[in-house]
Nanobody, 120 residues
């Protein structure tokens, strides 16, 4: 079994910062691309940022220059540093990962989500 567990969501004022973490655990052979998505109430879940195993990154335009995705392969963890937060960043944030298990099954896994609320 594989689990992704997010942490770091909170209530923060506009202009503030948060760092989200997502740790993978279980019967993992390797992890490929890891990513953060977000979903605001009544809206679809959208990609925020992704990072490959080789640390190539991509971002949605609305967060470029404010958010930074990174990963620690030894810890099987992906991070999302969010600076200059805006009310429109308010959403549930989910991590996702492309994982090959030790029995050689490749699947996409999702975390349970962590809430980020930006409000004064």
């Amino acid at each position: 079994q594989v689990q992704l567990v997010e942490s770091g969501g909170d209530l923060v004022q506009p202009g503030g910062s948060l760092r989200l973490s997502c740790a993978a655990s279980g019967s993992i052979l390797s992890i490929g691309t890891m990513a953060w998505y977000r979903q605001a109430p009544g809206k679809q879940r959208d990609l925020v940022a992704g990072i490959t195993n080789g640390r190539i990154t991509n971002y949605v335009d609305s967060v470029k220059g404010r958010f930074t995705i990174s990963r620690d392969n030894a810890k099987k963890t992906v991070y999302l540093q969010m600076n200059s937060l805006k009310p429109e960043d308010t959403a549930a944030y989910y991590c996702a990962a492309d994982i090959i298990t030790k029995n050689l099954v490749r699947s996409d896994y999702w975390g349970q989500g962590t809430q980020v609320t930006v409000a004064s």
